[in-house]
């Protein structure tokens, strides 16, 4: 299978690259004054800046299993104009976006202060309930549908993909790992059918939520804008959730129930006290912390099936961590 690392760094690869985006900026009246730099590339993704007469400007080519994220992220600035670092063209057909700079984003803030993932949580909720009504359209853009129902299943099929392998590859996992996954998928069925009975709808889970993919906004009263949705599910919204509390109890060096987390969560969940109380809310969201592991091996599965032999072995290991610890508890005792 081709190298995605190796390709981005070829000549023919730059070529078509920067031909495709003169042509974009021809048809946008755009004049770039200078050659375009390539700052990073990496198996999932790789980006290119150009200079232009209208500042600078993001190139971005995507892993092909996460290839639909220009056509999402074009949809999602359509739906929620103010929520989202919407690209000015893209090419579906390789997965090509290319995005104005807006400058810096919330981690340049630097600050320890719970108010900063406030913001965060409470203005993606805002985005959430935006785009909750469009799920088929997000559908047909390619956003990867994980209905909490099927969830199980999901990852009871992938786990013939595991043991199929040769026992040498990164991915295998034996016979007896296989059963002790098997044996965590009913907590995730008593997950859903918590989930069930409590009537918010399904939406967007970002499943990499953090203070690097959002921008300061131009005005204090304006929304943040997100970006980096290649990981993203349509799925139980609250998933969105997991990243963030796990940065927060890293960078706090802290627990799960740190009053900050808990306080950060219940902002969270004021968002949406139109579908249930707040109660009601609350006992949703370990359910849903345990299906958003899911969304994570399943977003890490979809890029390593595109792998180099080396990035494989790199990164093979924090898929098959989410595996293990599926259904473990996030935020509540075991």
Same mark, same amino acid.
């Given at each position: 299978?081709?190298?995605?690392? +190796? ?19 021809? =048809? ?8 375009? +730099? ?23 080519? @995507? @892993?092909?299993?996460?290839?639909? +994220?220009?056509?999402?992220? =074009? ?12 690209? $000015? ?65 999901f990852v009871e099929n992938q786990l013939l ?12 996992? =034996? ?27 399904? =939406?967007?889970?970002?499943?990499? $939520?953090?203070?690097? @993919? ?18 993203? *599910? ?33 902002? *969270? ?36 099936? *595109?792998?180099?032999? +080396?990035?494989?072995?790199? *990164? ?19």
């Amino acid at each position: 299978m081709d190298n995605p690392r +190796e390709i981005w760094a070829s000549p023919e690869w730059r070529q078509q690259a920067d031909q495709w985006i003169d042509l974009v900026l021809e =048809s946008f009246g755009v004049i770039r004054q200078g050659p375009t +730099e390539q700052p990073r590339i990496r198996f999932w993704s790789t980006q290119l800046t150009v200079p232009t007469d209208h500042g600078r400007l993001w190139f971005k080519e @995507n @892993n092909l299993g996460q290839l639909p +994220e220009a056509s999402i992220m =074009s949809l999602l600035g359509e739906l929620a104009p103010d929520h989202i670092a919407a690209p $000015l063209a893209i090419e579906p057909s390789r997965g090509w976006m290319l995005t104005a700079d807006h400058g810096a984003t919330l981690d340049t803030v630097g600050s320890d202060d719970p108010s900063v993932w406030t913001r965060i949580v409470g203005d993606f909720a805002d985005l959430q309930q935006a785009v909750a009504p469009h799920g088929d359209r997000l559908s047909a853009a390619g956003l990867v549908i994980m209905n909490p129902e099927v969830a199980a299943n999901f990852v009871e099929n992938q786990l013939l993909l595991h043991t199929g392998l040769p026992p040498d590859h990164p991915l295998f996992l =034996s016979a007896t790992e296989a059963d002790h996954v098997l044996g965590r998928l009913p907590a995730i069925g008593a997950a859903v059918d918590v989930l069930r009975g409590i009537p918010v709808p399904l =939406s967007l889970d970002h499943n990499d $939520l953090h203070a690097k @993919n959002c921008f300061l906004p131009g005005a204090a009263t304006a929304p943040l804008r997100f970006f980096d949705f290649a990981d993203s *599910y349509w799925a139980h919204p609250f998933s969105a959730l997991l990243v963030p509390i796990a940065r927060m109890r890293e960078q706090w060096n802290t627990g799960p129930d740190d009053p900050r987390i808990r306080a950060v969560t219940d902002a *969270y969940l004021e968002r949406w006290t139109s579908y249930a109380t707040l109660p009601e809310l609350r006992a949703a969201v370990e359910p849903a912390l345990r299906l958003a592991g899911v969304h994570r091996y399943g977003s890490w599965l979809r890029l390593l099936v *595109y792998a180099d032999d +080396e990035s494989m072995r790199t *990164y093979a290991p924090l898929a098959l961590q989410y595996l293990r610890t599926l259904a473990d508890p996030v935020v509540t005792a075991g």
